[in-house]
Each structure stands twice: as structure tokens, then as C-alpha cells.
């Protein structure tokens, strides 16, 4: 059976893949500018020396004060 | 008759290009008005607004460029300029531009601009990467759930503008109110296909063989550099005795076949085939360069590629062909022949003459090492490999009360002091901006300034070459780092968007260094020539002598430098890279110690910045604080000199 449960952004490995679920005011309007809002797909790309994600086609380098504002779902078996 | 005269009193139909950063709008303002603005792989190229006008099937049309924008309510200065632009200007369209690659982005800010009641026209850009990509968009089922005209373009080749012009009096709006659902997104997206998935085995074999090419390339590289070093065979070595043997220009032949198979070739060439000839090669190669593990070695890669080109083919070959057969051979002779001595002869080609030295030191020197500067420059900037440095960066930048963005103006410094100071717009906080401004004041060399530095320190030792760089680049890190504490402000958080590797189109690369070379001659040569007379008038008059009499305490007491040095900074007040020149001049004739190169140096690119960038302080920081920046930079500037050649004294250090 397939849940969801809610992570951090900053706990996916490189190469995972995770739903966004929400993020927290002081960095929501930053973020919707780049296509990052509730309910879209992104892969983790890198997390080290910031944290890299994809989105559709962008990749967005973010540091771990704004990464880690972020919740994703991330599909668990 | 009538006809076209009332057509004349129609005012031009406003046409504002909006959109995310680094989508292209630039692109598409150059094609629409047929004139030429910097285009680059970066978000951030454009920080103001452009404006062209064009007829286009006999009507008027003016179109605005703007800076890239993530949403309407914007946060930092650049994104300002286009909202308020909208809000201001009354367009009589927006078109938007847009990345094909990133629909759901892209709709949301059509969402928002829908909000502003103005007629709208969607242009998704890039669709040759959208094709490569397996992207494939279905532009009239969008038009119809949207209202409004959408047409795919690719800026670079002009592909679907035909479709922009026969738009252009559009007069719908548009009906998207919102986030878009994704169920209808994904209708319009159809046939996505990433690369890395379905690809065969031979695509893969291929991009393993490019990185092992790469790799090769940069290992020989490598083997040259540390070789050369330590007294090691190797290929450049090795070339000494199969190429013949020259003097003069055939000297300066040989000098850059050597160059150009040593060095270049091997790491440039297959560099260019890789980027060109595979996608998977770009992206895989995107990766590698934002890692620590491989990012800081290609780094130190492309640094020395770019050392050999300007400090090697530029300062030392072409200045060579240029200054000894052109203008050493040539036009001073000839002229030294028609001008009579006496004061003509003085005021042209004497110590300060404004062709022996002003021209001489613009055209002969400066100009061969910023155009191949500018020609590497570009080709970094196209290739998206900057932001990626950004990234890399984003740790050390945050020390300082900065955060990664912070690299783009910084690096960009390296091009032009005064252009990077403008870019700092790009920066979200007040307090990063200020200090982003007054380490680009302090100690980044501006591409002619450093072009000439790199033709001097390729003359030293390796060992002065570090301390140079190194006391500059610890200087800067210091003073940032005591400026994140000191001044007022928060800095914000580092969230940038990086734009795919791309190989740079020749075309772009060729257009961006002839503009920049052409503001070159327009702008630095008249200063150049201008600041000879200057120095000759003062000269003439006898207060040349008092003028170096009053900072002798500190050129020739602090600094120990000669005395002539003091003519040299001056120089470097009007443009940083004439007194560069200078510098290099009394170099190259042994009037400097090693120890005195390298202080004076040290001092010369930690001093003042030039006047117009002194004016960009101004325009973007009040009058009082560029005042404050000039005097602290410039004090500051002459003591680290001080405690430099202080400290090698003491140490006893044999440079």
C-alpha cells in the first residue's frame, strides 16, 4: 500500500523524487516566482554545497535556510 | 496622401516584452527592433530598460525591454523596474516571453499580468530546446482555453516571429484567473519526453566519450601547466624544437602556433565539439561543474585557460604584433619623420605625447588584451556556466553578508567595474547591494586592468603572481567579511535559478566583443588620450613635479616605489586599466624590482575605481555614500600596500 507522509525538503537524497506540499509565508511568494507551489512534482538533484532542485525544466539552487521552510511529500511504500 | 499623413500623427503603439529571467526577451527585442543588446546565458543580463522602435508593415511600433521578472510583486531592484514600467508606461500590448520548457511557470505570471487589463500575446520562446528535449506544446489548444493569441518562437534563429508580427495588433485578453489545473496543462503538453529517459545505448556511449576527450584535454592541460613548473618534459616543451625558429613577427608566429596547440587545442577543441554536438554531454557536464569534488578543478581549469588566452596571446603576442610591427614599426617612425622636433613633436610623441603614449598604451596595449579577454568572457557568460559558479560560491559569499547571486556583478566586475556596479540590482537587499558595490570599488579588476596585470605577472615568478592575487582576494574577503557585521541590514536567502549548459553560438560571442570592443574605443580611448594631454599640460607648466613632490611621503617612503609611479596612479584614477598599462610599460623596462611590481600592483588594483565607475557609485548610491567608499578605498588601498611590502621586508621574502 502506497502513502504519502510529509518531509522536509532538505531530508530527500539526490535523484528522489517528491510532491510539493506547502512552505511557510516568508518564503511562499519568493518561491511561487519560480514555479514552485503546492502540489507540483520536483527531483532533488544535489544537496551539497546548496540544494539543487528540478522543477518541470528549471533547476533552482536553494540554501538550507529556504530549503529547509519546505514540505514535500514524499511517496513511501 | 491623407492616409499617410494622419498615419504620421498616430503616436507609436507601445509594445512591453515581459517575463521570467533569462528566457529571451533580449533576444527577441533584437529581432523585433533589428538592434543588438547583450545577450547571455545568465538571469540578470538586462537590468534596465531598452527601448526601440521599428515599422513593421507600415505602422510604428515602439517596444520596451525589460528586466526579467519572477511575479508581479517583485522583491529586488531590477524586478521593480518592470513593474513599475507596466504600471506606468499604459502599453498598448504586453507580449509576454516565455520559456516553452516551463509551461506551469510561465502561466502562472500570464495570471498575473491577465489582472492588469491590457491585451496580452504569449510567445513561448526556446522551441528549439523544447524539441530537442521531446517537448512538444499544443500552441492552439492554450490559445483557446487562455484567450489569447500564443505563438512558439526560437529568438535565435527567428523561427515564428512572422507569427509575433501578424499578433501584434492583438486585442484580446486574457481569461486566465489563477494557477492553471494540472489536469489541462498536462492536455497541452503532450509527448513530454525527458532526455535521460528512453535514450539508446549509443547515446550513451557517445557522451562517455566526450567526458573521456574532456577529461584528456584538460589532463594535458594540466600536465603543461604543473610541467612547465617543475621543469618537466611536456608537449609545449616539446614543441620547442619541431617549430622554426623566428625573430619579430615570425617570432610572434611561432610564439602563437605554440600557444594555440599547447594549450588551447587540447582542452578547448573537444570542449566545443562535446557541447556541440550532445545534449546529454551539456546536462551531465552541468552537473559536475556545481559539485565541489569536480567543480573546483574545472575551475581551476577554465581560470588557466582563460590566463593563456589573455595573459599569453593577448598581452604577450598580439600586444607584441601590434605595438613593436604596428606601431613601433610603422607609425612612430614615419611619423617621427614628418613631425619636426620642437613642441608638435613633444605634444604627439614625446615622454607624455598623446600618440607615443596615449594612443600607444589604448590601442597597442589595453585593446589586444581586453578584446581577448572579452572574447573568453563572452564565451563564459553564454555557456551558463557562471551561475553554476554562483552555487559553488554561495558558502564563502554568505560569510561576507552576501549571498551567491552576489557572484554574477562580482565576476562580471572582471568585464567592467562600472557595468557590475549597475548589475548589483540583481541583489534583493539594500545592505547587499552597498556592500556588493564597495568590494567591486575596492578590488576587482576590470577586464583591461586585469588583462594587463596578467602580462605582467606572466614576466615574474609564480610565487609574486600569488601574492598578488592572493593579498587582493584576502583583502576583499576581509573586508566583507567585516562589513557583513558592521553595516546595517539583513542579507537574503540565495535561491537562483540556473540556466542550462548551452554551447555559445560563435555569432553571439562575435557580435557581444565587437560591441564591447567598440565601447571600448569610444569610451576608454578618448580618456586615454585625453589623460595624456593632461599629464603633458601639467607637465609643461612645472606642476607635474610639485604634484609628485606632494605624495612622494607616501609612494616613495610607505610604498618604496620610484617616484614615476605617482603618474601612474593618477592615471589609474581615469581608467584603471591606463594605469595598468603604465605600470606594465616601467615594468618591461626594468625600472621595477619584482618586489616593487608586486606592491604596486597590489596597490593598483585595491585603489580607486576609474571615474565613470565613480559616477555609477553615485547614480546607484547617493552622492555621501560614494564619497565615503572612494576615501575609504583609497586609504585603505595604500595602507594593505604598506603592511604588504612591510611584511616582505621583514620576512625577507625573495620573490
Redesign the interface.
Known amino acids: 500500500m502506497t502513502t504519502e507522509s510529509g518531509v522536509k525538503l532538505t531530508e530527500l537524497r539526490p535523484g528522489e523524487k517528491a510532491k510539493l506540499l506547502f512552505m511557510t509565508p516568508e518564503?511562499e511568494?519568493?518561491?511561487?516566482?519560480?514555479?514552485l507551489?503546492p502540489?507540483?512534482e520536483i527531483e532533488m538533484?544535489?544537496r551539497?554545497?546548496?540544494y539543487?532542485i528540478r522543477?518541470?525544466?528549471?533547476?533552482?539552487?536553494?540554501?538550507t535556510?529556504?530549503a529547509s521552510q519546505v514540505t514535500v511529500s514524499k511517496p513511501t511504500i | 496622401m491623407i492616409y499617410l499623413q494622419t498615419e504620421r500623427l498616430v503616436a507609436p503603439k507601445k509594445v512591453v516584452l515581459v517575463g521570467n529571467p533569462n528566457v529571451g526577451k533580449s533576444a527577441v527585442f533584437a529581432r523585433l527592433t533589428s538592434r543588438y543588446v547583450t545577450i547571455s546565458n545568465y538571469p540578470g543580463t538586462t537590468v534596465d530598460l531598452f527601448r526601440g522602435r521599428a515599422r513593421i508593415q507600415g505602422r510604428d511600433y515602439e517596444f520596451i525591454d525589460t528586466p526579467g521578472i519572477q511575479a508581479l510583486h517583485s522583491q529586488s531592484e531590477d524586478e521593480r523596474v518592470t513593474s513599475n514600467v507596466l504600471k506606468s508606461e499604459k502599453p498598448d500590448l504586453i507580449l509576454q516571453v516565455a520559456d516553452g520548457k516551463n509551461l506551469r511557470r510561465t502561466l502562472l505570471l500570464t495570471a498575473q499580468l491577465a489582472r492588469l487589463k491590457c491585451p496580452l500575446l504569449l510567445a513561448l520562446n526556446m522551441k528549439d530546446e523544447c524539441d530537442e528535449r521531446g517537448i512538444q506544446i499544443d500552441a492552439d489548444a492554450l490559445s483557446r482555453r487562455i484567450g489569447i493569441p500564443v505563438v512558439q518562437t526560437t529568438a535565435i534563429t527567428g523561427e515564428g516571429f512572422s507569427e509575433i508580427i501578424n499578433h501584434l495588433d492583438s486585442q484580446a485578453f486574457c481569461s486566465l484567473n489563477g494557477h492553471p489545473p494540472s489536469e489541462w496543462v498536462e492536455e497541452i503538453l503532450h509527448a513530454v519526453r525527458r532526455t535521460d529517459e528512453g535514450e539508446d545505448r549509443w547515446d550513451r556511449t557517445k557522451t562517455n566519450l566526450w567526458s573521456a576527450a574532456v577529461v584528456l584535454g584538460a589532463l594535458i592541460h594540466i600536465q603543461n601547466y604543473v610541467g612547465a613548473w617543475w621543469g618537466m618534459p611536456t608537449l609545449y616543451s616539446s614543441l620547442e624544437g619541431w617549430l622554426p625558429s623566428g625573430e619579430g613577427l615570425a617570432g610572434t608566429a611561432r610564439e602563437a602556433v605554440r600557444l594555440l596547440i599547447a594549450f588551447l587545442l587540447p582542452v578547448l577543441l573537444p570542449f566545443l565539439l562535446a557541447l556541440k554536438a550532445n545534449t546529454r554531454f551539456n546536462d551531465r557536464f552541468g552537473i559536475w561543474v556545481r559539485r565541489f569534488s569536480t567543480g573546483i578543478p574545472i575551475l581551476a581549469v577554465t581560470l588557466s585557460v582563460v590566463y593563456q588566452m589573455v595573459g599569453n596571446l593577448g598581452a604577450q603576442v598580439l600586444v607584441d604584433l601590434l605595438e613593436n610591427g604596428l606601431f613601433g614599426g610603422y607609425l612612430t617612425p614615419m611619423l617621427r619623420g614628418l613631425v619636426p622636433t620642437g613642441l608638435v613633436h613633444d605634444f604627439l610623441l614625446g615622454e607624455y605625447g598623446a600618440i607615443s603614449v596615449g594612443l600607444t598604451y589604448g590601442i597597442a596595449i589595453v585593446l589586444p588584451v581586453v578584446a581577448s579577454f572579452f572574447i573568453a568572457f563572452s564565451f563564459l557568460e553564454d555557456s551558463g556556466y557562471l551561475p553554476r559558479l554562483a552555487v559553488l560560491s554561495d558558502r564563502v559569499f554568505r560569510l561576507m553578508g552576501l549571498n551567491g547571486k552576489a557572484f554574477l556583478p562580482m565576476i562580471l566586475g572582471l568585464g567592467c567595474v562600472t557595468m557590475a556596479t549597475m548589475t548589483t540590482r540583481i541583489l534583493n537587499s539594500k545592505k547587499e547591494r552597498l556592500v556588493a558595490t564597495i568590494l567591486l570599488a575596492l578590488g576587482v579588476p576590470c577586464s583591461a586592468q586585469l588583462g594587463v596585470i596578467l602580462g605582467i605577472v606572466t614576466g615574474i615568478s609564480p610565487l609574486a603572481t600569488t601574492v598578488v592575487f592572493g593579498t587582493v582576494l584576502l583583502q576583499l574577503f576581509v573586508v566583507g567579511l567585516v562589513l557583513a557585521r558592521i553595516l546595517p541590514g539583513q542579507r537574503s536567502d540565495f535561491v537562483l535559478e540556473i540556466p542550462p549548459i548551452r554551447c555559445p553560438d560563435w555569432k553571439n560571442i562575435a557580435r557581444k566583443t565587437g560591441l564591447r570592443v567598440k565601447w571600448f574605443l569610444k569610451e576608454a580611448l578618448p580618456l586615454f588620450v585625453l589623460g595624456t594631454i593632461i599629464l603633458f599640460l601639467l607637465d609643461r607648466l612645472s606642476l607635474l613635479g610639485y604634484m609628485i613632490a606632494a605624495v612622494q611621503p607616501v609612494v616613495t617612503g610607505l610604498l618604496e616605489l620610484p617616484s614615476k609611479t605617482a603618474t601612474v596612479f593618477f592615471l589609474g584614477f581615469l581608467r584603471r586599466d591606463y594605469g595598468a598599462a603604465g605600470l606594465f610599460d616601467m615594468a618591461r623596462s626594468g625600472l621595477l624590482t619584482t618586489q616593487q611590481i608586486v606592491v604596486s600592483l597590489t596597490v593598483m588594483t585595491l585603489f580607486v575605481p576609474c571615474i565613470a565607475n565613480f559616477f555609477m557609485v553615485i547614480r546607484e548610491q547617493g552622492l555621501r555614500n560614494a564619497l565615503l567608499i572612494t576615501a575609504f578605498v583609497s586609504i585603505y588601498a595604500v595602507s594593505v600596500g604598506t603592511v604588504l611590502n612591510f611584511l616582505i621586508n621583514t620576512l625577507g621574502l625573495v620573490l
Do not use: H, M, N
Open positions: 518564503v511568494l519568493r518561491l511561487f516566482g519560480f514555479g507551489f502540489g507540483i538533484i544535489q551539497f554545497p546548496s539543487i522543477c518541470e525544466q528549471t533547476e533552482i539552487a536553494l540554501e535556510s529556504v
